[in-house]
Every structure is written in C-alpha cells, then in structure tokens.
C-alpha cells in the first residue's frame, strides 16, 4: 500500500513539474548537431492537429430538414448555408436508441439480416432541440443529434476532414537535412501533453529521439506502460542487439546493415520500432534512417516503371531459426504498399530474408531487380539519408513502415562493445493511445 501511495506522489509531483521540466529541455543544449527544437512546436502547425481541434469545438445548428428525390434521400440544411444528404438506410442503420446501439459498448445492436435495404422514412421532423426527429414504416422512432450529424456529413470535403482528424495521415518528409526531434524519457512518461507531442510527431515525422533513460535494460517496458503493451514476436518481447556467437540474425553480428525495414516475413509488420542504446562502440557503428516515404515518391516520379513493378510484385520472405521459441516464418508482401490513391502506406523490404524462392514468371525477374535496385540506390544518395550515432541512454523510435534504417559495421573484441535493446508495437496500439491523449489534452484547453 505504502509503494501505491508513494509511486502515486511521486507521479503527482512530476504531473506538476511537467511544464517546469519543458522549459528545462528547451534551454539545455542538443547532444546532436542537428535537432528538434521544442520552441518550433511544428506539431502545432499539423493539418491534422488543427483539424481535430476544430472538430472538438464544432457547434452545428440546423435550419430545416426535409425529404428529397422521392424519399431516397434526408436533407439537412444547416444554418451556416450548407446541406448535407443523409440515405434513409444509414440512417436506420446507425438509429442511437438503446434497442439499436449499446452506448456503454459504443456498438451498433441492430442485426444486419433485419435491416430493410429500401426502407423510406414515414415522417421526418425538426425538434425545438433542433434535433432530428424520423418515424420509420414501423412506428420506430429514431432521433440525431445535429453535431452527430454534422461529423457524418457524406460530402467529400467533410469526408476528408474527419479521416485526417482519425488517422492523422499528414507527414512531414525529410533527407540529410531532418531535424531529429528530441525529448527527455521522463516528460513523455509523465506528462500528457509531452506524451501527445511524442506521438503526433512520431506520426508526422516518423521519427523521434528520447533522452534520459537509464543505461540498463527494461526501459522500454516504461514506454509499453505508457502507451499500452509492446508487439511480441518470435524474438521476444525484446530483444537484445549485440555481437553474437552463431548469430540467428544479421542484426547480431558488427557488419554493415543496409537499408531494411524489420520483419516483412510477418503477414503484419509491427508499425513503430523501439531501440535503446546502453553500450556503443568507440569507433563505427552509426546508425542512418531514411524517409521511404519520400524516396519513394521521388522514384514515383522519376521511374515510374520501377514504382509500379515494386507496388505489383509479390515477394517471398523467409526466417527459419529458434529464439523465443522456434519459428519457420513464410510472408509474401509487395515492396512498396499503396492505397487506392496510389500513395505508399508501408515500405517491406528486408534484403537479408527476402527469400531465394521467387514466386514470379522468369522474364519478369530481372525487371524486378532492375526496378529493386534503382530503389536501393535513391535511398542511399547522400541527400536523401541521415546520419547520427545514438549514445547510452538514448531510445530512437521510429515508424518501421516508413523509416528504413541500418548501421555502419565496427570491429569485434573480446567483449560486447556496442549493446541495444529493441522492441517493437502495433501502429493500432499507439494510435489508441494518440487519439486518447489528443482528447484529453486538448479537451482541458
């Protein structure tokens, strides 16, 4: 009881000295020649933050409702000039009464197999709570409130604002000249409005250095705590990246890593990649990170014959080995991941598990290589990748859909030289956490 009641003042203390520890940050000097810098608060200029700010304090008033196009159709007109058309079936479908939705669970109740495809609205009226009123053919009744159906609008511009207000999909892109943001470990464990910096940063920029953590292992477990719970895979709930005897992964040994991006032998990489730095070597192994992203829409625009070979080509993965406990992993995945707007949403490239079984027509093969190496080659130009050699007590966390990172080699000795501890999470994991710390911290402004 005693520990509860101590770790609780002690969270209490820091709570209060969160915007004293800020300042503190913002004065002391970088440990790197290029950093983030606090006062620039580019998190602020976010698309995606303001539009989830102006959605939090949107206030919608309606003038009038009617029915349109012989029923196929509600119409609300809002008092600002503008209307929005609902279809009498989503309506139905989505109706907030405690028969159809579970607010508790915030889950829709109503069977599909039960929903009427062609119903039509019997009547349709505007309460004095300006609410929408609708009587359905069987007498039920269902009522919207205006800012409920304000958000739901199905125009194209309101469509688009609520998805960047869900998914923050804006990025900031960046090559040699990225400003790695910088902040301490204890505001982002102890501060909610540091911790949403950290996370709306980390989805924006892909990238984000924390300083200050202890030089010793279990220290991410702090960042699981703060953002959920970690990704475990076959090697751990983490895992430790040093020289290794019969190393089972390249990433044990003090050679070069090129480029990759972790484990695209699983169906579902994990998202954000954790790395801590207890020892590092005196001499070699820096680490460098690209944006994908970006390179990847230079090589959109630059080749497209080669962008569309890598959005196309299924390639064959493969890690076979014993770790956590024994694994033969198999995935098939495309090297660049696009949407149905054909922007890259998750780069899968690792070159050591790409598999030597090449499930592809034998004419098509070099033409992949062609296109794969031309890749590789734009996201090593000295422009395009950044350069830096993390120190212990340093944690860099990055977006391993997006951010291909490696390291230089450094020479082995008798005794481990150069020792990080890595682990991974779900993107779904620290989104949760984001949208969760956005409303609470933008809700006490």
Known sequence: MWAAMAKYLLRTKVHQDCFHTLLQVQKSKSIHQKHFSLSKRPWQHSAGTAGAVQTFNTSALIQ???????????????EDGSQS??????????????????????????????LDVNIEAKDVTLTKQKKVYIIWPDNHTSEFEAEWLKKRCFSEHAR????????????????????????????????????YKWLITLKKVG????????????????????????????????????DKMDANN?????????????????????????????????????????????????????????FQILTSTLVDFTDIGADYCDFSVQAKQRIL?????????????????????????????KPFYTALKDFVLLLNCVENKYSYKMKPGEIVVFDNWR????????????????????????WDVVMSRLRILQKNVLNRK
Request: charged fraction near 20%.
């Open 160 to 195: 688009a604002k609520v998805q960047e207000e869900l998914f923050l999909s804006e990025h900031e892109y960046w090559g040699s000249d990225l400003q790695l943001p910088t902040m301490t470990l204890e505001e982002v464990l102890y501060c909610d409005e540091s911790a």
């Open 403 to 426: 951010v291909l990172h490696g390291r230089l080699s450094y020479q082995a000795g008798t005794e481990i030289s150069r020792h990080l501890e890595g682990a991974y999470a779900d």
């Open 85 to 114: 058309l609902y279809p009498p079936v989503w309506l139905r479908d989505n109706c907030q009464c405690p028969n159809c939705f579970l607010h508790s669970a915030k889950a829709r109740k109503l069977l599909l197999e039960n």
């Open 337 to 365: 991941d696009v949407d149905n707007k054909g922007q890259v949403v998750r780069i899968n490239f690792n070159n050591a598990t790409r598999d030597t079984i090449f499930d592809i027509p034998a004419e098509k093969v």
């Open 64 to 78: 009038k409702v009617e029915v349109l196009d012989a029923n196929q159709f509600i119409c609300v007109h809002w």
């Open 250 to 306: 390249v990433a044990y040994t003090t050679e070069k890593l090129s480029f990759h991006t972790d484990y695209p032998v699983l169906q579902h990489p994990p998202g954000i990649q954790f790395l801590h730095c207890i020892k590092q070597t005196s001499t070699g192994g820096e680490s460098e990170v690209v944006d994908g992203f970006h390179v990847a829409n230079k090589l959109k625009e630059q080749n497209p014959q080669a």
């Open 207 to 242: 990238i984000v250095l924390l300083t200050g953590a202890a030089i010793r292992q279990g220290e991410l477990l702090k960042l699981e705590q703060r953002i959920g719970f970690l990704r475990l895979t076959f090697y751990g709930p983490t895992w430790q990246v040093q």
